[in-house]
């Protein structure tokens, strides 16, 4: 499966985002679905989680409450809504899609299909 994710941009502390991930090449229903992102001279870093139906979804600390991970199986996309967006937010964000069934994937290694990554910048 092919991902192609955008949405990102400049924002000042406070605002909001929404960042989008376009599947195709395969059936998007398929797979379980993730958001992360890295920061410069950091690592990537697991930020939510959700699965095939959508019935269920996984946060990191960090972004609960914040953000909203949700999909549209019939368009191929999953989402990821964040507000009162925060400077240390500012980061290169990532879709993923895996196939493994354990329940949260939340390690990078876990996901085998991976977007280019779209930027958050968040000004304060």
């Known amino acids: 499966v092919q991902l192609q994710a955008s949405g990102g941009g400049l924002v000042q502390a406070g605002g909001s985002l929404r960042l989008s991930c376009a599947a195709s090449g395969r059936t998007f229903s398929n797979y379980r679905a993730g958001w992360f992102r890295q920061a410069p001279g950091k690592e990537r870093e697991f930020v939510a989680a959700?699965?095939?139906?959508?019935?269920?979804?996984v946060y990191a600390d960090s972004v609960k409450g914040r953000f909203t991970i949700s999909r549209d199986n019939a368009k191929n996309t999953v989402y990821l809504q964040m507000n009162s967006l925060k400077p240390e937010d500012t980061a290169v964000y990532y879709c993923?899609?895996?196939?493994?069934?354990?329940?949260?994937?939340?390690?990078?290694?876990?996901?085998?299909?991976w977007g280019q990554g779209t930027l958050v910048t968040v000004s304060s």
């Open positions: 993923a899609a895996t196939s493994a069934s354990s329940w949260p994937p939340t390690e990078t290694r876990r996901y085998g299909y």
């Open positions: 959700i699965r095939r139906s959508g019935g269920n979804t």
